[in-house]
């Protein structure tokens, strides 16, 4: 029988390093993840003394937009429910018929009206988590404080804008 001997393995414990890869060639600095999530008092406001889009902004219209939104469905909810009970009130009046035929109509174009707007205010809350809010989707410019203050959902510059609705007009005349 042969003899076998037992061979000690040297084990030694290797530091691991941590490298951040940035997800697209674009993203080179690393993002600098905070110690908690900021909060903010309810009379805040921001300022056009602080750094544009910082976090206390973010977390601002973050906060505007979501509360927003639920005002939104809540008045929706509400709309839906008292509308669908006055089905019952048929009325043999040809006039009242359709005094209350166009009622409805009025009441449910503002309904979708609404409900776009709450799909704005989603968009509006996905551009918060990819840090592109604020900020004009066709000239990248910073879309400035007052007017996302006045309209949170907004999307371009007022130029920008101005351009847009010009387009649309051209396009609607032919």
């Not at 009046?93 to 309904?111: G, H, L, P, R, W």
């Not at 709450?118 to 604020?134: H, Q, V």
């Not at 996302?148 to 609607?172: C, D, G």
Request: aromatic share 6%; glycine share 2%; net charge positive.
């Amino acid at each position: 029988m042969p003899k076998t001997t037992k061979v000690k393995k040297k084990i030694s414990k290797v530091k691991n390093k941590t490298v951040i890869k940035p997800k697209s060639k674009l993203a080179t600095k690393p993002k600098v993840l905070s110690k908690g999530p900021i909060k903010i008092s309810k009379n805040y406001t921001p300022k056009d003394t602080e750094k544009y889009m910082c976090e206390k902004h973010k977390v601002f219209f973050r906060v505007k937009l979501q509360e927003w939104k639920k005002e939104l469905v809540r008045a929706n909810n509400e709309a839906l429910y008292n509308g669908s009970m006055d089905d019952n009130s048929i009325s043999a009046d040809i006039v009242d018929q359709a005094s209350s035929y166009t009622d409805k109509n009025v009441e449910m174009k503002a309904i979708n009206r609404q409900i776009k707007l709450i799909s704005e205010i989603d968009k509006a809350l996905i551009r918060i988590k990819d840090d592109t809010y604020g900020y004009c989707l066709d000239t990248a410019e910073p879309i400035g404080l007052k007017r996302l203050m006045a309209r949170p959902v907004a999307k371009f510059t007022i130029a920008a804008q101005e351009k847009h609705e010009k387009n649309e007009k051209v396009y609607a005349d032919e």
